[in-house]
């Protein structure tokens, strides 16, 4: 398990890190920008237009800053099953695909607010895809935050439970993609239902990211207190 304790000096990023996620949040408000610009009759709620890009941003945190420890060849490919398993269940239920569709085949939608654009959508006989940017890179982070989770949760007796934390975290996002299917029920849905939906993806989504990155750095988990506990004299 990598732990460490956390300092005030861990959560202040340097300079070089505060110049280039000022250079991405420029780059994003142009892109928005000049989405609102350039198409005919764009999104004007300021939350569709905006949180595709809290997905994207910490997703890329997660990549960039998540390592795990590989320790050995078995561990890492058991783990890499687990997370694989993870991610093909959260793209169900998140509709990135399904079975069954209406045959029209493969397309790309490009007429969307960044972060929704450009999706690719394929809809065959017997399986349907829809690859929205932001989504995938939410769950490619989360899927990804498993894995680190479940190689870390592997070694020893102890290391073996499965954490309180990452539990709640790795179900969390599978609740509420199949509540969201729930509020997207019907022919129509009203721009209110939508924001409620993805308002409610997104504070999962980075509840599950805080809480999986805090098993993996700072072991807040059943497990961290059973150890804490064997360990104390």
Request: aromatic fraction near 10%; charge should be positive.
């Amino acid at each position: 398990m990598s732990t460490t304790t956390a300092t005030f000096r861990d959560v202040i990023p340097d300079t070089r890190s505060l110049v280039t996620w000022a250079a991405v949040l420029n780059a994003e408000f142009i892109l928005i920008l000049g989405y609102v610009v350039n198409t005919s009759q764009p999104a004007t709620d300021p939350f569709l237009l905006l949180f595709p890009f809290i997905w994207l941003n910490v997703a890329g945190l997660v990549v960039l800053r998540v390592r795990p420890e590989l320790t050995s060849r078995r561990r890492t490919l058991g783990s890499a099953v687990v997370a694989l398993g993870y991610l093909l269940v959260l793209g169900y239920v998140g509709g990135v695909y399904g079975t069954g569709g209406q045959g029209t085949g493969l397309r790309l939608v490009t007429q969307a607010p960044p972060g929704f654009s450009p999706t690719v959508v394929f809809s065959g006989a017997t399986l349907s895809v829809v690859l929205i940017p932001w989504k995938i890179a939410g769950y490619l982070a989360l899927s990804y935050l498993v894995f680190v989770t479940a190689v870390d949760a592997s070694g020893g007796a102890v290391g073996g439970i499965v954490g309180l934390f990452s539990c709640v975290s790795c179900v969390l996002p599978i609740i509420a993609s199949i509540l969201g299917g729930f509020v997207g029920v019907g022919a129509t849905l009203s721009q209110a239902a939508l924001s409620q939906s993805y308002g409610l993806s997104t504070v999962v989504f980075i509840t599950s990211v805080g809480l999986l990155y805090g098993v993996h750095r700072f072991d807040v988990t059943l497990v961290g207190r059973l150890r804490t506990l064997v360990d104390r004299p």
